[in-house]
């Protein structure tokens, strides 16, 4: 296996080396080890856990907002339901990490791609269910 090298033009050229050049060896992803990414034994469920959780705190901020700036005309429901959506966020990050469960970015870079996709199945389902 070879390794990358700088073209020769960079080498010899008279203006300045380019900036964003690293050798392969720093500019490689790091190991889970070096990430302290523990490695999920479950990592779907785990993150669609995450999402249900997170993403029903969203959806259940923003009708609450909703419903709440009501009262205030249709610009109340609207700023009701932007800032349910915070809180909800919010609410919903905090009842994660209290449960324990993590976020697909702080699992093993491996496992990252299932994570994502269930994470994101999750937030949907919590969304859904709120309908």
């Known amino acids: 296996m070879t390794t990358w090298a700088p073209p020769e033009t960079?080498?010899?050229g008279?203006?300045?080396?380019?900036?964003?050049?690293?050798p392969p060896e720093v500019d490689?992803?790091?190991?889970?080890?070096?990430?302290?990414?523990?490695?999920?034994?479950?990592?779907?469920?785990?993150?669609?856990?995450?999402?249900?959780?997170?993403?029903?705190?969203?959806?259940?901020g923003i009708y609450a907002g909703a419903r709440l700036g009501q009262a205030a005309g249709p610009y109340g429901m609207a700023a009701g339901a932007v800032l349910g959506a915070v809180v909800g966020s919010e609410a919903g990050q905090g009842l994660r990490e209290a449960v324990g469960l993590r976020t697909p970015q702080q699992m093993a870079?491996?496992?990252?791609?299932?994570?994502?996709?269930?994470?994101?199945?999750?937030?949907?389902?919590?969304?859904?269910a709120t309908g």
Do not use: C, H, K, M
């Not at 490695?39 to 997170?54: D, K, L, M, Q, Y």
């Open 10 to 12: 960079d080498l010899t």
């Open 14 to 22: 008279s203006g300045p080396a380019a900036p964003t050049w690293a």
């Open 28 to 60: 490689a992803p790091a190991s889970p080890e070096e990430n302290n990414a523990a490695r999920a034994t479950n990592p779907g469920t785990e993150a669609f856990a995450s999402g249900v959780i997170e993403g029903g705190g969203a959806a259940a």
């Open 109 to 128: 870079p491996d496992q990252r791609s299932l994570a994502e996709f269930t994470y994101s199945l999750g937030g949907g389902a919590a969304a859904a």
